[in-house]
């Protein structure tokens, strides 16, 4: 077939049990006029990479370099600077890490890693601050900054390049980072606790995490849990040193500590390897990222999915898997058995007896053997199998390095899950999750140059993904069907978010209840879907295959097949 000269392939492991999904339909390349994204940038701002939308999704808040600033994002076609606070280390302050060894204009300023909202008036914001990190409160109205002085709390990394996840909850914020200037202490903690509890922090008379890289976190509203999710050392092969695994750690959001053993520390913490293996091919065990879907309205919380994003420590070009865990499964295998850890050998071994005390909430008052118990039993005994067992996703020559992901409904009424995955390089990738396995309907470039530091944060309810870069951040809206002039483009695009009006002869974002509309998300049905229009002639996307010929010739980072 002629086209198939033309056609880019999102190459699928073979012996994998989700079928290759077909080529990509279009690729847009930065700033392309026929995909409009909205981009933010202005000067003297650097390093938008720490993202956070209000609830009515109307201000983005970033976090940059040597400032924090509000974005008026409630227009679709501009996004608008409304405030701006400096926050910058002070000349003694850069001399300081300086003389630590630190380059002044790499990693002395301030870049801040974690906005997350306080309480109504206020915004929790910390930055690497020369390498001597640093908290402040941000009042959201004039978005005036009122520094705190932390102390020995560590609440994001000295290092601007390590990654880290925090969390608020009603007031109290969770967070996952490293702890020292060396970077080679993570620390779980609580902070700001309520009701005149204490913080807790995690034992550090054991070691609970291995070299870890955190990616992400999550609430589990209904069991008063939280999720940590991050790659680390997997210590239980005794084999080799440097096996990364991927894991999710838990604790209880209201642990206290014990009484005598485990003050002041997590007696809740416990964690579990994440599975992502295709059938007969070795595991992708790096956990680059992780989304967490919510359930559908009407379900209940175990049905809350996680997407994750891996990498394979063993592959040396670009592959990735996606694999998906439920939140059922997540709970149930940190309601299993356990492995304990012997100090004497060092090594893990299978918890024998009852012990069903383990990773359960409220253990404060329980006695000192249980607790002692608890300390050296943190690794669950199964891991936690994605959803099918199998990866949803593979896809090699791609490194994926976040992941967003929504549900829509299509106008067969059918709920389909569309993901958005950014690659190494730049571009966009929009997959719908197909009863034929996943389908690649579109690429947009976002970035030109390869991004250390990224991140990006999806309002489904807006329809617009944000990607937050070194130099500005980025508005992508999930649809532009617009794009597909003619019934046939449209329907061939397959995307459950354009449907062709065949009363407006237009394709358009279906709205709940719209009938006359022409899609076929499963197979692309041109004849079918539509018969009597003007414009459906043309052979199945000819045009699209013409442009993105033109356009590919530009982008080395695909093979033309
Ligand atoms: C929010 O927190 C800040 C900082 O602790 C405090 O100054 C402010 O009064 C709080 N606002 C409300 C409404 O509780
Ligand atoms: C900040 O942005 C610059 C480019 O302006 C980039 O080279 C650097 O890696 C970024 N640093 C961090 C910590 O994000």
Same mark, same amino acid.
């Given at each position: ?54 609830? +009515? ?19 679709? @076609? ?65 978005? !005036? ?7 020995? %709390? ?34 779980? *903690? ?25 990616? =992400? ?13 991050? !790659? ?96 059922? @499964?997540?709970? !149930?295998?940190?309601? =299993?058995?356990?492995? *304990? ?28 053997? +249980? ?25 090699? =020559? ?63 309810? %807006? ?7 070194? *130099? ?15 019934? !046939? ?5 397959? @995307? ?23 899609? +076929? ?21 000819? +045009? ?8 590919? %010739? ?8």
């Amino acid at each position: 077939m002629a086209s198939g000269v033309f056609l880019l392939f999102l190459l699928l492991s073979s012996s994998g049990s989700a079928p290759p999904p077909p080529p990509p339909r279009v690729s847009f390349l930065l700033n392309s006029a026929d995909r409009p994204l909205v981009h933010f940038t202005a000067p003297g701002i650097y390093n938008t990479t720490t993202l956070l939308l209000s609830t +009515d999704a109307s201000t983005l808040y970033v976090g940059a370099k040597n400032a924090i600033l509000s974005l008026n994002v409630s227009q679709h @076609d501009i996004i608008s600077l409304k405030n701006k606070v400096e926050w910058s280390p002070s000349p003694r302050e850069i001399n300081d890490c300086e003389n630590k060894g630190k380059d002044p204009t790499v990693d002395c300023p301030n870049f801040v890693r974690v906005l997350q909202p306080l309480n109504s008036t206020h915004l929790y914001a910390c930055g690497s601050h020369a390498y001597s990190p640093q908290d402040a409160y941000i009042e959201v109205d004039g978005l !005036s900054l009122v520094k705190q002085r932390s102390g020995v %709390k560590v609440r994001c990394p000295f290092n601007p390049f390590q990654r880290n996840t925090a969390l608020s909850i009603s007031g109290e914020l969770f967070t996952a980072t490293m702890s020292d200037f060396r970077g080679v202490r993570p620390t779980i *903690s609580r902070h700001f606790s309520k009701d005149g509890r204490p913080d807790v922090s995690q034992d550090s008379s054991v070691s609970l995490l291995e070299e870890p890289v955190f990616v =992400g976190s999550a609430l589990d509203s209904s069991e008063r849990k939280l999720y940590f999710f991050f !790659s680390e050392v997997g210590k239980e092969f005794s084999y080799t040193n440097e096996l990364r695994v991927a894991r999710v750690a838990q604790v209880c959001k209201d642990d206290v500590g014990g009484l005598r053993t485990l003050q002041k520390k997590w007696t809740s913490f416990a964690k579990a390897s994440l599975l992502c293996q295709p059938p007969r091919q070795l595991p992708y065990s790096v956990l680059q990222d992780v989304f967490t879907l919510p359930p559908p309205e009407g379900s209940t919380a175990s049905d809350t999915l996680f997407y994750g994003i891996f990498s394979s420590q063993w592959s040396s070009g670009s592959d990735s898997a996606v694999c998906v865990f439920r939140l059922q @499964d997540v709970r !149930s295998v940190f309601s =299993g058995g356990y492995r *304990s850890f012997d100090s004497q050998t060092h090594s893990w071994s299978p918890l024998q007896g009852k012990h069903t005390y383990l990773g359960q909430c409220g253990l404060e008052e329980f006695a000192d053997p +249980d607790l002692a118990q608890v300390k050296k039993s943190f690794l669950t005994s199964s891991a936690v199998q994605p959803v099918g067992n199998v990866p949803v996703l593979v896809s090699m =020559g791609q490194s994926y390095s976040r992941v967003a992901a929504m549900t829509t409904q299509a106008v067969s009424g059918k709920q389909y899950t569309v993901l958005f995955l950014l690659t190494e390089s730049g571009f966009l990738h929009k997959v719908v999750l197909s009863d034929r396995g996943p389908r690649l309907i579109e690429e947009i470039q976002v970035f030109a140059q390869v991004q250390q530091v990224k991140s990006i944060v999806l309002s489904s309810s %807006k329809g617009v993904l944000y990607v937050g870069t070194c *130099s500005g951040v980025t508005a992508v809206p999930v649809a532009h069907c617009a794009s597909y002039r003619t019934c !046939s483009q449209c329907v061939l695009a397959r @995307d459950p978010l354009c449907g062709w009006s065949r009363t407006k002869k237009i394709c358009s974002r279906p709205s709940s209840g719209t009938s006359n509309m022409s899609q +076929d998300v499963e197979s692309g049905n041109v004849g079918r879907e539509c018969q009597g229009q003007t414009g459906a002639a043309p052979r199945p996307g000819q +045009d699209f295959l013409l442009r993105q010929r033109q356009n590919r %010739k530009h982008d080395p980072s695909f093979t033309l097949h």
